[in-house]
């Protein structure tokens, strides 16, 4: 019985590993192009080949974007770690400039499935 439940063991052991070897690697994301972007201090920034999927905080908050990336981009008011992605949200899709007025956003989520 005992060498029953060691071969078993070996065997599933065997199985799982064979598994995550053939399993693909999971390819970290990320938008093609730049985000160029206008921040309140009248700087201009540019973010180049920003993550796809997560969302980050913009270093400075933004008066204006032009989205020179392969995806949307959805930029929202809140900012730090509990609040980001958070607040009023504008989506800008790929290949397409914006200019608020009072909207002023502090993060962003490029690609589909933004919170």
């Known amino acids: 019985m005992k060498s ?16 995550l070897a053939a399993a693909p690697a999971a390819d970290a994301q990320a938008a093609s192009g ?20 997560v969302c980050i905080d913009l270093p400075k908050t933004a008066v204006g974007v032009d989205n020179q990336t392969d995806t949307q981009v ?3 008011t809140g900012k730090g770690q509990t609040a980001r992605c958070t607040g009023a ?8 400039g914006i200019t608020w007025g009072n909207y002023r956003p502090n993060s962003m989520w490029f690609g589909p499935g933004a919170p």
């Open 89 to 96: 949200k504008e989506v800008v899709p790929r290949n397409t």
């Open 34 to 53: 730049r985000l160029d972007y206008d921040a309140t201090d009248g700087t201009h920034n540019v973010i180049a080949n920003p993550p796809d999927g």
């Open 4 to 19: 029953r439940r060691k071969t078993s063991r070996i065997l599933l052991t065997a199985c799982a590993a064979f598994a």
């Open 74 to 76: 959805t930029l929202y």
